[in-house]
């Protein structure tokens, strides 16, 4: 059966990125591994600027229609000043929400050949396999009342609403409970429960689901604790499940670990494993339009797409491996480039990636 695979560029490096990405899918339509339609709509700002929203309708209705979805990046600083109701990353929370995408997968996989790549000791980061679910679709994110209202005295005080429904919570730890029991069967919740008490029921939730994981080991960290833990011994997590903003946050964080935030894919999935495939570093406006973004963490999260979305586990194999290969090879993007290796630009790592996924 043909599978429908929408690409959705956005702004910034999103078009170099996702250029890449469709070579790769593209070579294994030609190779008739891959059987695949794949087309392409507009997002972010492109929309805005274009169409006069940052998720026009049409977009909205290709993403519902396909098996699945990959997205380069939205937002940048052309935008900052335009009406929050049409900022790019407003079209990107819609479209998580419209397709019920409510757990987040991002994994950060510390590749040997980048161990040196990482700000932190190689000791540290070396075999580094992390995965971190963050609950994508509710949070202070989405939470009503928002905004920026004007108090009696003439104050401005802007708002927002953290809350979590308790079939929220289960929903997501299930996930988390679920990849966890695949790997090393660990699992560390991450809150703010001395404080918060979205937390304090998170916490009760995460507690009540782990009943049904006996072979599953269940702790809890508080977010800032968790923040430091992972930079002075990330190799003591497995799986994290955490909020969507403190996902958001500890995911960057994570990503510097494995040497680049360039290297970083992600998987949203609703119920039935339908995704939304993004990498996780932003639309870089410092270097966008330059074709010197790494296009790994979109290639790696096309990999991504084909296994949990497509059914295809092993073309998602030989991406990641064809990656390995890449690497192996000694290419490099500027953000991962050392001096013993060859410095190559958006294309040609995209290129090498290819070259090594029909070589073998
Ligand atoms: C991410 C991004 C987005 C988020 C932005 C662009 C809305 O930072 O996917 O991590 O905060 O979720
Ligand atoms: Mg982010």
């Not at 790549?117 to 994508?136: A, F, H, N, W, Y």
């Not at 918060?196 to 009760?204: G, Q, Y």
Request: aromatic fraction near 4%; hydrophobic fraction near 40%.
């Amino acid at each position: 059966m043909t599978s429908r695979i929408l690409l959705l560029p956005g702004d910034g490096i999103g078009p170099e990125i996702i250029a890449q990405a469709r070579k790769v899918l593209d070579a294994l339509c030609s190779q008739g591994a891959l059987d695949a339609r794949i087309d392409e709509a507009s997002i972010g700002g492109d929309a805005t600027d274009r169409f006069g929203t940052p998720l026009p309708d049409e977009t909205l209705e290709s993403a519902k229609a396909a098996d699945a979805i990959l997205l380069g990046a939205v937002g940048g600083p052309q935008w900052d000043g335009v009406e929050r109701s049409l900022r790019p990353e407003r079209g990107l929370l819609r479209l998580r929400s419209e397709l019920g995408v409510f757990a987040n997968l991002r994994p950060a996989i510390a590749y040997p050949q980048l161990v040196g790549s990482s700000t932190l000791k190689p000791e540290v980061i070396r075999g580094l396999d992390l995965l971190i679910v963050r609950e994508l679709t509710g949070g202070i994110y989405f939470g009503d009342p928002r905004g920026i209202r004007t108090l009696d005295d003439g104050r401005r005080q802007g708002f927002n609403t953290l809350v979590y429904a308790e079939d929220e919570i289960e929903r997501v730890c299930r996930v988390a409970f679920e990849s966890a029991r695949r790997r090393s069967k660990r699992l560390c919740s991450v809150d703010k429960a001395n404080v918060l008490e979205v937390s304090e029921l998170w916490r009760d939730v995460a507690e009540t689901v782990a009943k049904d994981y006996p072979d599953v080991f269940l702790s809890h960290l508080y977010v800032d604790n968790a923040a430091m833990q992972l930079v002075r011994d990330p190799k003591q997590f497995d799986v994290i499940v955490t909020t969507n903003m403190f996902g958001d946050i500890l995911s960057d964080l994570a990503s510097m670990l494995t040497g680049s935030i360039g290297m970083l894919p992600s998987a949203s999935l609703d119920a039935k494993a339908k995704g939304l495939y993004e990498p996780i570093h932003g639309t870089a406006p410092d270097i966008a339009g330059q074709g010197v973004a790494n296009p790994l963490a979109t290639i790696l999260s096309a990999a991504m797409m084909l296994r949990h979305s497509l059914g295809l586990p092993d073309l998602s194999d030989r991406i990641e491996a064809a990656v390995g290969r890449a690497l192996d090879r000694g290419f490099r993007t500027p953000d991962i480039h050392s001096p013993e290796t060859t410095l190559v630009d958006t294309v040609q790592m995209g290129d090498a990636v290819v070259d090594a996924l029909t070589s073998n």
